[in-house]
């Protein structure tokens, strides 16, 4: 699905990957912290100021007015934020991918001005040579950082996105997360359990995602080597991603996540134990 993907075999600690650098040093490193530390709460859109007056502008979309409000925050900082802040702020989204989309600023910012429309799962607004995407979830936070594409392009995601969301279910488990509102109940990572649609051996007999009914499968890892994850395509629908996993002696061993695409991202369905 996802024909914007990159590469079919990718690993982070290789240089000269662009769409898949390491978050910042904090997702990168091996981490050693309780996986039983909960997550701060997560901050609520009432918390957020409204966009400055002299916000980007954006288009309204018909039925949904606070998606124009979510992204006039993000296009505010898109103007002036740097890179490092960029990817800071969407951490949602492989930070390779964001030094990679938000490059045109002005053809973003042109397709943003123009009205959106949106479906169950996606508002998207258009120009004649940049279309801009934003999954619905995002809208609620108040701040949304969309996903770029060139006009007549398929909108879908690569195999970075992919990766990124292995490192942020393991920074989750050891008690790291990218960022303090990343949590599953907000950011759902694991397939869901129904409907059971997960066969990755094309099999013909689906199955619900062993993940969902056994989320304590990597229970006793403290921390991963972040620079280390690569991945490599299964089929059209499923993807293998592979990291270096740390147990509680200190002893590293590679696990196995075995993740399909939805029209809202990459799920993990399945870790080697």
Same mark, same amino acid.
Do not use: K, Q, Y
């Given at each position: 699905m996802a024909s914007v993907a990159l590469l079919l075999g990718a690993c982070d600690?290789?240089?000269?990957?662009?769409?898949?650098? /390491?978050? *910042? &040093?904090? $997702?990168? +490193? %091996?981490?050693? #912290?309780?996986?039983?530390?909960?997550?701060?709460?997560?901050?609520?859109?009432?918390?957020?100021? /409204?966009? *400055? &007056?002299? $916000?980007? +502008? %954006?288009?309204? #979309?018909?039925?949904?007015?606070?998606?124009?409000?979510?992204?006039?925050?993000?296009?505010?900082?898109?103007r002036t934020a740097t890179q490092t802040e960029l990817q800071d702020k969407c951490w949602s989204i492989a930070p390779g991918n964001v030094t990679e989309m938000y490059q045109g600023k002005q053809a973003i910012l042109s397709a943003l001005a123009q009205p959106g429309t949106a479906n169950t799962t996606t508002v998207t607004w258009k120009s004649r040579a940049t279309t801009v995407t934003v999954e619905r979830d995002l809208i609620d936070t108040g701040y949304a950082c969309p996903r770029v594409f060139p006009s007549g392009t398929e909108i879908g995601y690569n195999d970075a996105d992919a990766r990124h969301t292995v490192r942020r279910y393991l920074s989750r488990l050891v008690g790291t997360p990218l960022d303090p509102a990343d949590r599953e109940a907000d950011y759902p990572l694991v397939c869901r359990a129904t409907p059971a649609a997960w066969d990755p051996r094309s099999t013909g007999s689906p199955t619900k995602p062993p993940l969902a009914g056994n989320t304590a499968k990597l229970s006793g890892v403290t921390g991963f080597e972040g620079s280390e994850i690569s991945s490599s395509r299964i089929d059209s629908e499923y993807l293998a991603v592979e990291v270096p996993v740390i147990d509680s002696t200190g002893t590293a061993k590679t696990r196995t996540f075995t993740l399909t695409q939805g029209p809202e991202g990459f799920c993990i369905g399945d870790v080697t134990p």
């Open positions: 600690s290789v240089s000269g990957i662009p769409v898949d650098d /390491p978050a *910042p &040093a904090r $997702a990168a +490193a %091996v981490t050693t #912290v309780s996986a039983t530390t909960p997550p701060p709460a997560p901050p609520t859109t009432s918390t957020l100021p /409204p966009p *400055p &007056a002299d $916000a980007p +502008a %954006v288009g309204e #979309v018909p039925g949904l007015p606070e998606a124009a409000v979510a992204v006039r925050r993000w296009a505010t900082d898109l």
